[in-house]
């Protein structure tokens, strides 16, 4: 999964991105997050967007950060 002894070093573009992803991966994880349980705090309005769109929202934005990890780590190992 993730090789430490490697002897070359990646490019700062290359670092920056694979952090970028990184980061972008946690956002959309968090938001979701945000969509299934805190609705009560963001006063999100049920007739506007009810409660079974929150959850598919939801768990559509997990299924998408999952696949970004996904393609972090794939994009990684073949750049080594």
């Known amino acids: 999964m993730f090789n430490f002894n490697n002897s070359r070093q990646k490019s700062p573009q290359k670092r920056f991105l694979f952090i970028l992803g990184l980061a ?4 959309y994880f968090g ?3 945000v969509i299934l ?4 705090a963001l006063s999100l309005d049920p007739e506007r ?5 929150q ?4 768990v ?21």
């Open 31 to 33: 938001i979701s997050i």
């Open 55 to 58: 959850i598919a929202f939801g």
């Open 60 to 80: 559509l934005l997990i299924v998408y950060a999952a696949f970004r990890f996904y393609r972090i780590l794939k994009d990684n190992n073949e750049n080594e």
């Open 37 to 40: 349980f805190f609705n009560e």
């Open 49 to 53: 967007f009810p409660r079974n769109y």
């Open 24 to 27: 972008m991966m946690v956002i």
